[in-house]
């Protein structure tokens, strides 16, 4: 399967900065990534999807202008919060696909970055 | 859409089985099985492919009914190990995987 990172694993900040989380999969080259949230005691929520080399496509209700998106490499792709809010406190967790076909593809997670916003 | 899984919660004894079911209102053309410890990322379990397909590893194993668009996750013999929650999840169109709610499994010794 394929190894992915998460950096960093767990960040504290003040309501109103800004957050940056890396997504990188560490030996093999991924055209895609996926973002996911995960609030206490519920389901992953997939939040986007990072696209290498292109706009990140978001799904319903997630604001794009929030949650910047950013997959300038095929190892590495990023998820700025941007003005964080304690109601934005959660798991992100990342992705990856192993292969390059619809559903057959495995999806390995990152161990996730736990974000609290005071 | 959201698979949906049942039961939502099971509690068991060292060595007890348990069933835990993935249905969908969509038509499944895959289904993936991931266990997430506490505080941890989802953990690969299985893919099933196709309608018919039974899968296992261990003492847990998985079936995928197409026609009935569900799927069942066994797990015999429990073993305190096989605590978390356990989800299912169908993949939709650009290889989103969604997941359902979960079902929380605890053995006791």
């Known amino acids: 399967g394929a190894v992915v990172s998460q950096h960093p694993s767990w960040v504290i900040c003040k309501s109103g900065t800004s957050v940056k989380i890396e997504c990188r999969s560490l030996?093999?080259?991924?055209?895609?990534m996926f973002w996911y949230r995960q609030f206490p005691k519920q389901s992953l929520m997939l939040m986007a999807t990072?696209?290498?080399?292109?706009?990140?496509?978001?799904e319903q209700g997630v604001e794009k202008d929030k949650f910047l998106i950013n997959h300038a490499s095929l190892t590495l792709s990023t998820l700025t919060v941007t003005s964080a809010h304690p109601e934005d406190s959660s798991f992100y967790i990342c992705?990856?696909?192993?292969?390059?076909?619809?559903?057959?593809?495995?999806?390995?997670f990152g161990p996730g970055t736990r974000l609290t916003v005071l | 859409q959201q698979p949906v899984q049942s039961p939502q919660a099971v509690i068991l004894r060292e060595g007890e089985d348990a069933v835990i079911n993935c249905s969908s209102s969509?038509?499944?053309?895959?289904v993936h099985w991931y266990r997430q410890k506490h505080g941890e990322a989802p953990v690969f379990l299985m893919i099933?492919?196709?309608?018919?397909e039974q899968k296992g590893h261990d003492k847990i194993s998985a079936s995928f009914n197409e026609k009935k668009q569900q799927s069942s996750l066994y797990l015999t013999a429990s073993q305190l190990s096989y605590s978390g929650t356990y989800f299912c999840?169908?993949?939709?169109?650009?290889?989103?995987?969604?997941f359902g709610q979960g079902t929380e499994l605890s053995v006791k010794p």
């Open positions: 992705s990856v696909t192993g292969g390059t076909s619809g559903s057959t593809d495995t999806q390995y």
């Open positions: 030996d093999f080259q991924a055209t895609t």
């Open positions: 990072s696209n290498e080399g292109s706009k990140a496509t978001y």
């Open positions: 969509k038509a499944l053309y895959s």
């Open positions: 099933l492919l196709k309608g018919g």
């Open positions: 999840g169908t993949v939709q169109g650009g290889g989103k995987l969604i």
